[in-house]
């Protein structure tokens, strides 16, 4: 946080002190010990983060403002941040370590940041993720996305992949996909799905790529001596 002039300068043009009272991650902030000369004007700046989409109004009563003199804002001020709707994905495979031969659980996470009742409804082909060359889908995957279906199949170039279709992505909330894999080889395996691959009805996509990595090992031998 800064308390400056309209140049930005600290302790200059009758803008002076300033001491701060918040945590990051905190929804208040307070600015006390400022001194402000007469005919002068000051900003008191900080940075926030928005965590769901859609218009946000940030109000400061009448009365709020107390100085030792008495003085206070005689009406309300406010400013509105909108922030623009979005849904995002996210994965990971649990255990991120197995042995050859074994299993692992992949998880896709998908958040709709929406306020409620902004769902996000899948197209007919929401998603499609594609294995890395070596993992194998085993069984049939399931979702918790309400309305949505997940197939499996191999493509043209002998990649197993899933494809969720249809799915709603509840406003303030989420909701996923597992699927059980595993590998042909030992190594490690990373499963990336790209920015803008989710596809939704009224537009919205994921902003961010997102990747997750399996690492294959030799199942150890023991041998005993006697």
Known sequence: PTFTNTSNQTNSSGCRGGTFAGEPGGTSITLANAEIDANSTCYFEFNITAHKGGNHINTIAAGDLVTFEGVT???????????????????????????????????????????????????????????????????????????????TGVNASGKHYLQLSGGKFPAEGACRISATVKTTAIGTFTNTIAANDLNTVSGPTNPDAVSAELKVVTTPTFTKYS
Do not use: H
């Open 73 to 151: 804002n005689p009406a309300d001020v406010a400013a509105t941040l909108t922030v623009g709707r979005q849904v995002n994905v996210g994965k990971g495979f649990y255990p991120n370590v197995i042995s050859l031969g074994e299993t692992s659980t992949l998880l896709l996470d998908f958040f709709n940041t929406n306020t409620q009742p902004n769902d996000e409804i899948g197209t007919s082909s929401a998603l499609v993720d594609e294995m890395p060359s070596g993992v194998q889908i085993v069984g049939t995957p399931t979702t918790t996305c309400e309305g949505g279906t997940v197939s």
